[in-house]
C-alpha cells in the first residue's frame, strides 16, 4: 500500500513566520504535488516536482517555495505566512507520468491557520 | 481552456436514490478523467477513471459517462448509501512536457440522507 505522510495534521502559526510542511512518500514514486485545498475552489496545485532537485510551478506559486533533496521527501515552504494562507495543504504522489496519467496517491493533509 | 467545470457543488440524495455529478472540459487534448472521492479528515483517493474512447465505465454501484462529442461526463452512484457522503472530484489529465498532470473541477460534496 502506498503512503503518504504529512508532517503535521495541525498547524497555527503567526503571519510573518517561515513555515515548513513534510511530505514523504515510501512507494518510490517519481512524482510529487503539493496542493491547497479551498471551499468552492476545489484543488489548486502550487508546485509539484518530476525527479530529484526538480521542481516546477504550478497554478498558484506565489508566496511558497519547496525543495527536494531526496526521492521521498517533498517540503513547502511558505517564506512570511500570511493570513491569506491559511488553507488545508495536500500533498500528492504519483508513480511516473512517462506511460501516461497515473493514479496520485495523496496524504491526509495539513491545516494551517496563519494568524 | 485549461478549466474543469463540476457541478453541482453540493448535493442531498436521500439513501438508495441515484446521485448524478456533472463534469464538463473544452481542452480536447485531455486523455484520462479519473474521479477521486474524499472522506473528511482524508485526502482525495482515487474512485473510479474512464478514457475517452470508451463511453461508460462501471464498478460496483460507480458508474462513468462520457460524452465525447459534447465535451462531458458524469458520475453516477446507484443506490447510494449513506457510507457515500464525501466530497467527490473529478479531473481531466493533459500532457505536460514528459509528464501529466491533472485539472481539477471544483468539488462537490455529497450528503446521502439516512
Known amino acids: 500500500d502506498v503512503k503518504v505522510t504529512q508532517s503535521s495534521r495541525y498547524l497555527v502559526k503567526r503571519t510573518g513566520e517561515k513555515v515548513f510542511l513534510e511530505c514523504v512518500q515510501d512507494?518510490?514514486?517519481?512524482?510529487m504535488f503539493w496542493y491547497r485545498q479551498d471551499p468552492g475552489l476545489g484543488l489548486r496545485l502550487i508546485y509539484f516536482?518530476?525527479?530529484?532537485?526538480?521542481?516546477e510551478k504550478g497554478d498558484i506559486p506565489e508566496g511558497y517555495s519547496v525543495s527536494r533533496e531526496k526521492k521521498e521527501r517533498f517540503s513547502l515552504i511558505l517564506e512570511s505566512a500570511s493570513t491569506n494562507q491559511t488553507s488545508m495543504y495536500l500533498c500528492?504522489?504519483?508513480?511516473?507520468?512517462?506511460?501516461?496519467?497515473?493514479?496520485?496517491?495523496f496524504g491526509p493533509g495539513t491545516r494551517l491557520t496563519v494568524l | 481552456q485549461q478549466q474543469v467545470k463540476q457541478s453541482p457543488q453540493s448535493l442531498i440524495v436521500q439513501k438508495g436514490g441515484i446521485s448524478i455529478i456533472n463534469c464538463a472540459y473544452e481542452?480536447?487534448?485531455?486523455?484520462?478523467f479519473p474521479w477521486y472521492q474524499q472522506f473528511p479528515g482524508k485526502g482525495p483517493a482515487l474512485l473510479i477513471a474512464?478514457?475517452?474512447d470508451v463511453s461508460e465505465k462501471k464498478e460496483g454501484r460507480f458508474t462513468i459517462s462520457f460524452n465525447k462529442s459534447a465535451k462531458q461526463f458524469s458520475l453516477h452512484i446507484m443506490d447510494s448509501q449513506p457510507g457515500d457522503s464525501a466530497t467527490y472530484f473529478c479531473?481531466?489529465?493533459?500532457?505536460?512536457?514528459?509528464?501529466?498532470?491533472?485539472?481539477w473541477g471544483a468539488g462537490t460534496k455529497l450528503i446521502i440522507k439516512p
Open positions: 500528492a504522489s504519483s508513480l511516473n507520468g512517462l506511460a501516461g496519467a497515473d493514479t496520485q496517491y
Open positions: 512507494m518510490d514514486h517519481e512524482n
Open positions: 516536482s518530476y525527479d530529484v532537485k526538480m521542481k
Open positions: 481542452n480536447t487534448a485531455f486523455d484520462y
Open positions: 474512464i478514457r475517452p
Open positions: 479531473a481531466a489529465s493533459i500532457r505536460w512536457d514528459s509528464n501529466y498532470q491533472l485539472i
